[in-house]
């Protein structure tokens, strides 16, 4: 019916026709402004390759000489056809996601992308189709949303680069124009590439830690030289289980309860009490404390927040060891939503009347679970017996990742300081290691690698042990500055015996030490 004025309240606004309004160039701009972090943006271009299947991830940061110039994430996962990539590419656009899937708005790809990179390139290949590419370079696309199509030799050219990772199907993700890596002063990319790789290892051993507990799932880091292809640095990503302690920091623990949620039924709450003062990295070193205490929630088992309240407490020193693992339900709801950076969820009061009424199989309350927690945190805080270790340097490229990660829950790290590198050479046959306290270098000689390698490939995070042994022993040269004559002596010492060691063992192998 045709609207009639009326001084009454119209309960229903009248409407009388429609046009289609298609979205501004500029809203491309908008996707630039997301404030997507750099390891949030790269875990969510992690999550497609999840989706596709993948086995094997890499994260490729290109190096030319002493500048950084492109970063790509390569994957072995189904692949798309052409048609795919245009739907992939589209702003707005976006498949029909599986239950299962890690995917959820649709957006992902370009806000993260964009957020961070001035182009952002998709090539890709399946099964049954060629290797076809499509560029976004936000310039043009502001204008009218015009997207390069990448010419197909090119594109056979890089997945052919990569066949290593990519052998029948498989992605390849390019940014470029990364505007992190315009801001590197000269001198200072080594300093930030180790920093960056790091708080990649961190957020992604952290948010994607139950695919990476696979057997056949993997994410590795390199930086590669953009002319030779040699691979700089390798890294590979370990879980970190927030949840990892090896004894619970009460009996008993973990418990299941079940918080009567309206609009869900039963959410399911595994409530875990860490033991106090731990020093593991699962603990310590991914954030504040007071932030990690919490909700842990899960979505198709990926980690989606970690840590907080989510409004129905606040945060509390007394409450750092209740850690709370919550897997979100796989039907749609109104009580739970997910963040489009997939890095927090909202809740409705509906979760906060469940926790009240939440408890396990025995009866016991929610609340009851968070004044143990309280308890155990309270009663460690009296005991005055801890043995503190030293900050120590952190180790750093060259050592395997689990022998750092190990090192780094096992001794508490100096904030600031450049990581320990250990770095094979050709050096006098008289010497097994020297160290450059300066570029915070451990050097050691190459004619002694065959000894800890055998007849196994040599690569840059090779002979743990050794270099174990050596970070305990060199640590301290690096923290505690200018040499003493003593310790000149005991290195020289320990050059001697390894030599000796070395040669021993090349020996026994029959090993020529050419």
């Given at each position: 019916?045709?609207?009639?004025s009326s001084?009454?309240?119209?309960?229903?606004?009248p409407?009388?026709?429609?046009?289609?309004?298609p979205p501004?160039?500029?809203?491309?701009?908008?996707?630039t402004?997301?404030?997507?972090?750099f390891?949030?943006?790269?875990?969510?271009?992690?999550?497609?390759?999840?989706?596709?299947?993948?086995?094997k991830?890499v994260?490729s940061?290109?190096?030319d000489?002493?500048?950084?110039?492109?970063l790509l994430?390569?994957d072995?996962?189904?692949?798309?056809?052409e048609?795919?990539?245009?739907?992939?590419?589209?702003?707005?656009?976006?498949?029909?996601?599986?239950e299962?899937?890690?995917g959820h708005?649709g957006?992902?790809?370009?806000?993260?992308s964009?957020?961070?990179?001035?182009?952002?390139t998709?090539?890709?290949?399946?099964?049954r189709?060629?290797?076809?590419?499509?560029?976004w370079?936000?310039?043009?696309a502001?204008e009218?949303?015009?997207?390069d199509?990448?010419d197909?030799?090119?594109?056979?050219?890089?997945?052919?680069?990569?066949?290593?990772?990519?052998?029948?199907?498989?992605?390849?993700?390019?940014?470029?124009?990364v505007?992190?890596?315009?801001?590197?002063?000269?001198?200072?990319?080594d300093r930030f590439?180790?920093?960056?790789i790091?708080?990649?290892?961190?957020h992604?051993g952290?948010?994607?830690?139950r695919f990476l507990a696979?057997?056949?799932?993997?994410?590795?880091v390199?930086?590669?030289?953009?002319h030779t292809?040699?691979?700089?640095?390798?890294?590979?990503?370990?879980p970190?289980?927030?949840?990892?302690?090896?004894?619970?920091g009460?009996p008993?623990?973990?418990?299941?309860?079940?918080a009567?949620?309206e609009?869900?039924?039963?959410?399911?709450?595994?409530g875990h009490?860490?033991p106090?003062?731990?020093?593991?990295?699962a603990?310590r070193?991914i954030?504040?404390?007071?932030d990690r205490?919490g909700?842990?929630?899960?979505?198709n088992?990926r980690?989606?927040?970690?840590?907080?309240?989510?409004?129905t407490r606040s945060a509390?020193?007394?409450?750092n060891?209740a850690?709370i693992?919550?897997?979100?339900?796989?039907?749609p709801?109104?009580?739970?939503?997910?963040?489009?950076?997939?890095?927090?969820?909202?809740?409705?009061?509906?979760f906060?009347?469940g926790?009240?009424?939440?408890?396990?199989?025995?009866?016991?309350t929610f609340?009851?679970?968070?004044?143990?927690?309280?308890?155990?945190?309270?009663e460690?805080?009296r005991?005055?017996?801890?043995?503190?270790r030293?900050?120590?340097?952190?180790?750093?490229?060259?050592?395997?990742?689990?022998?750092?990660r190990?090192?780094?829950?096992e001794?508490p790290q100096l904030?600031?300081?450049?990581?320990?590198?250990?770095?094979w050479e050709?050096?006098?046959?008289?010497?097994?290691f020297s160290?450059?306290?300066?570029?915070?270098?451990?050097?050691?000689n190459k004619?002694?690698?065959p000894a800890?390698n055998?007849?196994?490939?040599?690569?840059?995070?090779d002979a743990?042990?050794?270099k174990?042994?050596?970070y305990?022993?060199?640590?301290?040269?690096f923290r505690?500055g200018?040499?003493?004559?003593q310790?000149?002596?005991?290195?020289?010492l320990?050059?001697?015996?390894?030599?000796?060691?070395?040669?021993c063992e090349?020996?026994r192998?029959?090993?020529?030490?050419?």
């Amino acid at each position: 019916m045709p609207y009639e004025s009326s001084a009454d309240w119209q309960y229903e606004v009248p409407t009388s026709g429609s046009k289609k309004l298609p979205p501004a160039a500029r809203y491309v701009q908008s996707l630039t402004h997301q404030g997507y972090g750099f390891e949030a943006a790269i875990a969510d271009l992690v999550d497609n390759c999840i989706d596709a299947e993948a086995s094997k991830v890499v994260i490729s940061f290109l190096r030319d000489s002493d500048r950084l110039v492109s970063l790509l994430v390569i994957d072995d996962g189904n692949g798309m056809t052409e048609t795919e990539l245009d739907v992939a590419m589209t702003v707005g656009g976006r498949a029909e996601y599986a239950e299962s899937a890690l995917g959820h708005f649709g957006t992902g790809l370009k806000a993260a992308s964009l957020s961070h990179a001035d182009s952002l390139t998709l090539i890709s290949r399946t099964k049954r189709s060629a290797s076809a590419g499509r560029r976004w370079h936000t310039d043009a696309a502001q204008e009218d949303f015009s997207c390069d199509i990448v010419d197909a030799r090119y594109c056979q050219d890089l997945v052919d680069r990569y066949d290593g990772v990519i052998e029948w199907h498989g992605t390849i993700v390019r940014w470029d124009g990364v505007r992190a890596f315009e801001t590197v002063t000269a001198g200072q990319d080594d300093r930030f590439l180790n920093d960056a790789i790091e708080k990649l290892e961190t957020h992604l051993g952290l948010y994607l830690h139950r695919f990476l507990a696979r057997d056949d799932f993997h994410i590795d880091v390199v930086v590669e030289d953009v002319h030779t292809r040699e691979e700089l640095d390798h890294r590979g990503i370990e879980p970190i289980d927030p949840f990892g302690y090896r004894i619970p920091g009460k009996p008993g623990y973990p418990r299941l309860f079940t918080a009567p949620v309206e609009g869900v039924g039963g959410v399911v709450m595994t409530g875990h009490i860490w033991p106090p003062k731990s020093p593991l990295v699962a603990y310590r070193g991914i954030g504040p404390l007071a932030d990690r205490q919490g909700f842990y929630i899960y979505r198709n088992n990926r980690l989606v927040q970690a840590g907080g309240w989510n409004g129905t407490r606040s945060a509390e020193t007394h409450h750092n060891l209740a850690r709370i693992a919550v897997d979100l339900p796989s039907s749609p709801n109104d009580v739970f939503s997910l963040t489009v950076k997939k890095d927090g969820v909202n809740v409705t009061p509906a979760f906060a009347r469940g926790l009240e009424s939440a408890s396990d199989a025995s009866g016991s309350t929610f609340s009851a679970y968070l004044r143990e927690a309280e308890a155990v945190y309270r009663e460690a805080s009296r005991r005055s017996t801890e043995v503190k270790r030293a900050e120590v340097v952190p180790p750093g490229k060259g050592v395997d990742p689990k022998l750092k990660r190990t090192l780094r829950d096992e001794l508490p790290q100096l904030e600031g300081q450049e990581a320990i590198t250990f770095r094979w050479e050709s050096m006098p046959s008289e010497t097994f290691f020297s160290i450059d306290r300066d570029d915070h270098v451990v050097r050691l000689n190459k004619e002694y690698r065959p000894a800890f390698n055998g007849d196994r490939r040599a690569g840059s995070n090779d002979a743990p042990v050794l270099k174990g042994v050596l970070y305990l022993l060199l640590e301290k040269n690096f923290r505690m500055g200018r040499s003493s004559a003593q310790r000149d002596d005991e290195m020289a010492l320990w050059n001697r015996v390894l030599i000796t060691a070395a040669l021993c063992e090349m020996a026994r192998y029959e090993i020529d030490a050419d």
